[in-house]
């Protein structure tokens, strides 16, 4: 058994198959899933687990080199994208390009999220 990280068998499978420049997506629970992208579906009611929550524990699993998040997060949930901005190097790009490129994901992680915008998409990087 796993003594610490993501002790979610299939989250931590996924991770483990991860390259470099690989894209894994946070989302909230209204993202759209493309079908061909595998799901973890974590949320159990409207608000649980928090994006941030599952993002905070993500990333002291997974070395990511760039996230992307939407620029509309600016005017509609400032005080998330104010957290995400001090621990990622974001980039942005417009909602839709967002959902566009969440079919390159090797894997979204559904939250039960329900706040504006609350979608990263985290881009794989290396820890060497």
Partial sequence: MKKQGIINRDIAGHLARFGHTDLLVIADCGL????????????YR??????????????????????????????HNQGLEARMQKQLDCHYLSHEEL??????????????????????????????
Wanted: aromatic letters at 6%; charged letters at 20%.
């Fill in 32 to 43: 759209p899933v493309p079908q061909h992208v595998p799901c973890v579906d974590l949320s």
């Fill in 46 to 75: 409207i608000g649980e687990p928090s994006f941030e929550t599952v993002l905070e524990a993500v990333l002291e699993d997974f070395e990511a080199e760039a996230a992307y998040i939407a620029r509309e997060i600016s005017g």
């Fill in 99 to 128: 959902k566009a490129m969440s079919h390159n994901a090797k894997l979204i992680v559904r939250t039960g999220e329900a706040s504006p915008y609350a979608n990263v998409i985290l881009q794989s990087g290396v820890i060497f």
